[in-house]
């Protein structure tokens, strides 16, 4: 079965503006997590969304949301860029059963100049 | 909450030498441990996890890693290590919710095998 899809796999933009990642999870998979990974920081939770509502939510600020449709498909979005959001972030899914982990994509590399 | 140390930021060895990765963890509630696997420009693809039962897991690709609750640790061993192994190794640690920020990865072993 399809593995989780995220797009676009690289991305440039310019400080101030806005970008939308996009990640579609395993079918069946209800669960969509996002994750931004840097050389500094490691893995960093940044929410998770469950049947289109936010679950959790980790410390970022503002500038960083999400959302999820009715199909599980979700998309996260950062607004005013700044050069230090540079960084692969990747989409997890899972069905949310205890110890079953995530699925990951391969990850939105986005350049922030 | 949860926390994982990964004592090795870097570990290089030989191909065909056998190697170990070390990873603790800290946490006051029984937990759910993971390893993953991240290859270059790519996503994180788990290699195995412990949930409960035998403390020693087997995983894919000729990885194993062994529970010890008194140490609170979850190393990963191979015995024979192949090029192709060369890759970020993360150590995470769940609680029996196992989601969001209950879900703690650490910082990242990256392995070097050298011809």
């Known amino acids: 079965k399809a593995g989780v899809t995220q797009t676009p796999r690289y991305l440039i933009k310019t400080r101030g503006q806005q970008v939308t990642l996009s990640c579609s999870p395993i079918s069946g998979h209800r669960s969509v997590s996002w994750y931004q990974q840097t050389p500094g920081q490691g893995l960093q939770f940044l929410f998770e969304y469950f049947s289109e509502t936010q679950r959790n939510k980790g410390n970022f600020p503002g500038r960083f949301s999400g959302r999820q449709f009715s199909n599980s498909r979700s998309e996260m979005n950062v607004s005013t860029l700044e050069l230090g959001d540079s960084a692969l972030y990747l989409c997890?899914?899972?069905?949310?059963?205890?110890?079953?982990?995530?699925?990951f994509g391969s990850g939105t590399r986005l350049t922030v100049v | 909450a949860q926390s994982v140390t990964q004592l090795d930021s870097q570990v290089p060895v030989f191909e065909e030498a056998p190697v170990e990765l070390r990873c603790n963890y800290s946490s006051s509630v029984s937990v759910y441990l993971f390893w993953y696997v991240q290859y270059p420009n790519q996503g994180l693809q788990l290699l195995l996890k412990y949930l409960s039962g035998s403390t020693l897991v087997k995983g894919i690709n000729g990885f194993e890693a062994e529970f010890n609750k008194s140490q609170t640790s979850f190393h990963l061993r191979k015995p024979s290590v192949h090029i192709s192994d060369t890759a970020e190794y993360f150590c995470a640690v769940s609680d029996r919710d196992g989601y969001g920020q209950n879900f703690v990865f650490g910082p990242g072993t990256r392995l070097s095998v050298l011809p």
């Open positions: 997890a899914s899972s069905i949310r059963r205890q110890g079953d982990g995530y699925t």
